[in-house]
Structures are given as structure tokens and as C-alpha cells.
């Protein structure tokens, strides 16, 4: 297999005589291929077959222990002009992006295969769609684009039909020295360019670098929105199924609600959860001015620790077949394990760094010692999923009703509020911030902005971003509402005030009800909540005192998260939507009223 598309086949000439590989091989996505590669990987030790009995289809990988991240200090965008990369990005000018890689790059496939890997983001063919060909000297990350892409011959088949232009993704391993590690995006050239890891989300280029970082950049050009939201809908019991996309930080359960139960209160009234995506959503504006999304992605790569089946059952089903586990703890019976996952936890077994492991080990500073990494990972076919939606491969996606932003706040955002208009909720998305967890690098509580969810994710400047999101809202025959929703508020003994999981599905049922005009709110000083008996809370044992918590407003609050604001929009200067400080300074004075 080669190509008849003569600017592909100039490209991987030139990556081949950079990287000097013993052999090129290219991608057609077969079974024969997947089943060849996995033989390779077993008789290498790169990959584990796990018990085929019990995990059908299911293999095992530990990765560098240096390499176990996105490494986000060394992540650039590579633009000829700094501000146009912002202050969100680090930033390389591309002539020296392009030689630092290439010295690392050089000659650094020399008894490896080069692998030539064709792949659709988003459904073949699909206007919202973007093609991609990634070159790596990974085997592993060969089988993880199979699951999380469309790879193979029908993308090469319609880029040679087409002629059309495709992102170049070169990646490599080299030797995995953490100083000689790189992730470069170039926009202007529709490149990308990874050396030094094999972790997934500095490898599988198809994902946080072409579907965020450079998909970011394309949507601001061509006029479309490639945002970090999952995509899920919610069916009631009349049939109708309202759409809606939503964007939080990490630690914020966007897999868990991209794909929960119904709780038992509400299963009497018989909605269904219809899973589109869990992680990205490319978004258009199409013949009738609405808002429709497509999930670009075709798998899960999802964090393993804490997910189980009170968390995710949907996930837990899934993982069971056909999946690729990395960083785990591998159990003498050749299945896995970790923290925060069913029980039992198992006595023994071998950690993600290889080494024996026994169930309440501690460490010199009397901290537990991991089976697994708190980053690792599983990376499961979407079509696992009991709630796939039948509308994954729709080349139009689904219609967007709302969006919803939501963070980690103790004490300052309310259960749920609705934006007033569109441009307010801009707004709301641009001054979304969580609070740091036990799990995270940095102060616990510290207050960590990440506007959208996109602040690792923006392959542009940022105050140009928030006004492209303008833009778009002014296109729009009837724009989706906004909403913002905190799971994560506490009492003041610290104890979580509302249960989370699949009651949260309470509140995205006021939500839709919202959008179909059934429900009224009550305005309050940061947007619309809802009256007191809006929210069904069959089930739950939660006094109206409770409730009361979950709605405070507390103006002293909001007003000190109104310095937090001020410093953060000022980072972007000139760029800066003039309308943000007009939102700004309208929510100042609606507090100080």
C-alpha cells in the first residue's frame, strides 16, 4: 500500500529521509493489520495480552516512567507572529520549532518501522470532517488510532479522490529523554510535530493537538467552534431528545455525565442518556442557523482510577472488551485493577512501573504506594458504550439545545444558573475556574482559570478565541442557551451538598426544560435560577434549608471572584472583546445594587 496523492508521497518521502527508518509501512486500518501488530507487541514485551476469557480482546501497556502526561511546558504553537499563539500558548517561532524537532527527529528511526496512518477526524466524508496522517515509529500508537479514529484505507481512498489537503502529523519516540521531548503545533502550516514521548496525549496526534489546538484555530478561520465538551441527549418520555454539549476542567466528571443512569427517583418518568461524545465537539452552524455537533472522535481515552461502577457503569461494561490499558496495576490472573475501581482490591500484583506490588504498602513518608498510575488510562472503542447514541456516524451531528460550562466551587457558584443571552454567556464561559484537588499540582482550594475548559487547549490567542465565540452567537437563527452548573458545593462542615452521578440528571432536566420554554426562572443578580420546586428531587432526603444552600448567592463572594476576573482579563490586553468588560462591569454593578 502506497499513495497516488503526489503531496503526500513528497511529505513522507522527506519524514523518511529525516528519521531514517528501516522500514515504511502503511496503515489499512484491516483486522489482519490490528492482529499483526498485536503478535509484534507480545513477542517485544511493548504490549501484554491480558486473559482473553475474561477481557476479550484486551491488552496491557506500562509506559516510560518519565512519560506519563501531557507535558504541557514543553507544548508550543509555532506562529510567525508571538501574539497570535497569545498568552495562553508558549510560544516558538516555526523556523525554530521546526529545527529544534528535526535535530532530535534525525536519524532517530534507525531499526524501527515508520508507520503511515491515514485518519478521519470525525465521520469519512462529513463536512464538519478533517483529515489527518500521522507518521510514528509506535506500534501502540498504531492500535490506539485505530480505536480513537477512523484510520485506513477509506480515508486514503477519499484523499486521493479528493486531492484535498490533510494535517501532517509526524511523531516519534526518539529515546524518550524528557529534555529532548517536544510538542509542536504549527497553524499557519497545518503540522504538527511530537518527539520524545509515547504517552497518549502527546502521541495521539489526531486528539488534543489536531482536534483542540490546531481544530481551534481552523474553526476561527473557517467559522466553526472545535471545543473540549462532551456531547450527550437526553430523551424524555414523550421521545424527544434534547442535545447538549458542555465543557469542565479535569476532575469535574464530564465522562461519569456524559454517560450516567437515571437515577431511581427518576426512572418512573423513563428517560433515556444517549452517548455522543465524552471529551470533544465540532461544532457548525448549518442550513437552518442552528447549532449542530459531531463527536470528531471514535473511542475513549479515559482516566482508569476512581472510575467503577458506581461512578460509570456504562464505562465499566464497555472496557470489558477490546481495550488497551496503560499504566495500570496488572493482576496474577492477567486482568487489572486500580484505585478507586470494584472491588476487591487484590493482595498483589505488578504496578505500572513493573515491580511487585502488595495491598498496603507504604512509603518512606507513610503515604500508600499506587498499584496504578493516577494517570492511567484505558482506550476503548465509543461503540463499547450501552448508551452509543445511533447517531455517531450522522454527517451532520446532532442540534445543540444548550451548553453548559461548570467548575469545581465550594462556596461561590449555585447548583445551576442560566445565562440572560448569549453574550452573557460568553461570559460565564470565559470566567469558568475550578478549585484545585488533592490530585492536582499546586495549592488545594487555589482558584485555577480555565476559561471553556480550553486554556490548555486554544491553539490561538484567547482574547480572540472569546470573540470569535461572539461571532458565531451572532450567525445563529436561535443560539443554544447557556448554563453554568457546580455539582461540587459544600456546607459548612465541607461535606458535599448535593450527591452528584446520576442526580444530576435532575438538573439537566430543567435545563431542557428551559429550552423548550416549560419552565419559568427567577433572575437574580448572576443570571436565571430555578423556582423552588422546579427541580424534581424525588428519591432524595433534601430539606428546603438544603436547597436554600445550593441556590445562595453570596454577593461578598462574587464580588472578590470580581478581582480574580479583572486580573485574568487583563493578561489578554487589547484583545480582549470590549463586550466582556461590558459584562463585567454590568455584573459589578447588579451586585453592588
Known amino acids: 500500500m502506497s499513495t497516488k496523492h503526489k503531496e503526500l508521497a513528497h511529505w513522507v518521502k522527506e519524514c523518511a529521509e529525516l528519521c531514517k527508518p528501516d522500514k515504511v509501512v502503511w496503515c489499512d486500518g484491516s483486522d489482519e493489520e490490528k492482529n499483526r501488530l498485536e503478535k509484534d507487541t507480545f513477542r517485544t514485551g511493548e504490549l501484554i495480552k491480558l486473559d482473553q476469557k475474561k477481557l476479550p480482546g484486551c491488552v496491557y501497556n506500562r509506559t516510560a516512567i518519565n512519560d506519563v502526561a501531557r507535558t504541557e511546558h514543553l507544548t508550543y504553537v509555532c506562529t510567525r507572529d508571538k501574539n497570535n499563539a497569545g498568552p495562553n500558548n508558549n510560544w516558538l517561532s516555526p523556523k525554530d520549532g521546526y ?12 531499526d524501527r518501522i515508520m508507520y503511515i496512518i491515514p485518519f478521519s477526524m470525525g465521520p469519512v466524508g462529513s463536512p464538519f470532517s478533517k483529515i489527518g496522517v500521522q507518521i510514528t515509529d509506535s506500534a501502540y500508537v498504531v492500535l490506539n488510532m485505530r480505536i480513537m479514529t477512523r484510520m485506513g484505507k477509506a480515508v486514503l481512498d477519499l484523499l486521493e479522490k479528493t486531492n484535498g489537503d490533510f494535517t501532517r502529523c509526524l511523531h516519534g519516540k526518539a529515546d524518550l529523554d ?27 496526534l489526531g486528539k488534543k493537538c489536531l482536534s483542540l489546538r490546531l481544530g481551534s484555530y ?60 465524552d471529551d470533544i465537539a465540532w461544532m457548525r452552524i448549518d442550513t ?18 476512581g472510575t467503577n461502577s458506581r461512578t460509570n457503569p456504562n464505562i465499566m461494561a464497555a472496557i470489558k472488551k477490546n481495550t488497551i490499558y496503560t499504566n495500570v496495576l496488572l493482576k496474577k490472573d492477567k486482568t487489572v485493577w486500580w484505585e478507586g475501581g470494584d472491588p476487591p482490591v487484590p493482595a498483589n500484583g505488578i504496578d505500572w512501573q513493573g515491580r511487585a506490588w502488595t495491598s498496603g504498602q507504604i512509603d518512606e513518608n507513610g503515604e500508600p ?50 445565562a440572560f443571552n448569549w453574550q452573557h454567556g460568553v461570559f460565564v464561559g470565559a470566567t469558568m475556574a475550578s478549585e484545585r484537588t488533592a490530585a492536582q499540582v499546586g495549592k488545594i482550594g487555589e482558584v485555577r482559570r480555565d476559561p471553556m475548559a480550553m486554556l490548555p487547549f486554544c491553539g490561538y490567542n484567547m482574547g480572540k478565541y472569546f470573540a470569535h465565540w461572539l461571532v458565531m452567537g451572532k450567525k445563529m437563527s436561535a443560539a443554544p442557551r447557556i448554563f ?15 450527591p452528584g452521578f446520576g442526580d444530576n440528571l435532575r438538573v439537566l432536566e430543567w435545563i431542557i426544560s428551559r429550552c423548550k420554554n416549560e419552565v419559568d426562572a427567577l433572575k437574580t443578580s448572576i443570571g436565571n435560577v430555578p423556582h423552588e420546586n422546579d427541580i424534581d428531587l424525588t ?7 438544603h436547597m436554600h444552600k445550593l441556590f445562595a ?15 485574568f482579563f487583563k493578561t489578554f490586553g487589547n484583545t480582549m472583546p470590549k463586550e466582556m468588560w461590558h459584562e463585567y462591569r454590568t455584573l459589578q454593578k447588579r451586585l453592588t445594587a
Open 99 to 110: 529545527q529544534k524537532a528535526a535535530d532530535i527527529f534525525r536519524n532517530s528511526m534507525h
Open 178 to 204: 524528557v529534555n529532548r521531548r517536544l510538542i509542536l503545533h504549527f497553524p499557519e502550516d497545518n503540522t504538527i510535530w511530537s518527539v520524545g514521548s509515547g504517552y497518549g496525549g502527546n502521541a495521539l
Open 218 to 277: 481552523l474553526g476561527q478561520r473557517e467559522g466553526w467552534l472545535a471545543e473540549h465538551m462532551l456531547i450527550m441527549g437526553i430523551e424524555d418520555p414523550q421521545g424527544y431528545i434534547g442535545y447538549i454539549a458542555a465543557a469542565f476542567p479535569s476532575a469535574c466528571g464530564k465522562t461519569n455525565l456524559a454517560m450516567l443512569l437515571p437515577p431511581e427517583g427518576l426512572k418512573r418518568k423513563g428517560y433515556r442518556i444517549w452517548t455522543v461524545g
Open 288 to 305: 437552518d442557523g442552528r447549532l449542530w455537533a459531531v463527536n470528531p472522535e471514535n473511542g475513549l481515552f479515559g482516566v482508569a482510577p
Open 369 to 418: 504506594i499506587l498499584g496504578a498510575h493516577p494517570n492511567s488510562r484505558f482506550t476503548v472503542p465509543i461503540q463499547n458504550v450501552p448508551s452509543i447514541t445511533n447517531r455517531l456516524e450522522h454527517h451532520h451531528g446532532v442540534p445543540i439545545a444548550a451548553i453548559i460550562f461548570g467548575g469545581r466551587r465550594a462556596r461561590l457558584a449555585p447548583l445551576v444558573y442560566e
Open 484 to 498: 453554568n452548573v457546580n455539582w461540587f458545593r459544600k456546607d459548612e462542615k465541607g461535606q458535599f451538598l448535593w
Open 539 to 545: 428519591g432524595l432526603r433534601l430539606t428546603r434549608e
Open 553 to 567: 448567592i453570596h454577593k461578598k463572594d462574587w464580588q472578590q471572584e470580581l478581582e480574580g476576573i479583572d486580573a
